[in-house]
């Protein structure tokens, strides 16, 4: 499976952004499709993710200002009232399952800036 992502860019704060993210390939079985993000001098975290056939988890932070959705094989994360604390770079990833084990792919993240 390989992941291609889009949608990053500078934004001010209060701002909109819309990430997406097309997985190619093997994609039968992918069941998970989301996005994590790293800050600098943090740890990566997750954002979203959607679970077929489509419920959406979010971070707290995020919640009530992104949203997921996906369709068929793009996955999408609608940013609306940016904060300078959103500022990281985002990668989107898919799970697949194979038998008893699941997948993890990553696409190569996209840099998100929000400036204050």
């Known amino acids: 499976v390989q992941l291609q992502a889009s949608g990053g860019g500078l934004v001010n704060s209060g701002g909109s952004l819309r990430l997406s993210c097309t997985a190619s390939g093997s994609t039968f079985s992918i069941n998970v499709m989301g996005w994590y993000r790293q800050a600098p001098g943090k740890q990566r975290e997750m954002v979203a993710r959607?679970?077929?056939?489509?419920s959406a988890e979010y971070e707290d932070s995020v919640k009530g200002r992104f949203t997921i959705s996906r369709d068929r094989d793009t996955v999408n994360l609608q940013m609306n009232s940016l904060k300078p604390e959103d500022t990281a770079v985002y990668y989107c990833?898919?799970?697949?399952?194979?038998?008893?084990?699941?997948?993890?792919?990553w696409g190569q993240g996209t840099l998100v800036t929000v400036s204050s």
């Open positions: 959607i679970i077929s056939p489509g």
């Open positions: 990833f898919a799970d697949r399952s194979r038998g008893w084990r699941v997948d993890t792919h």
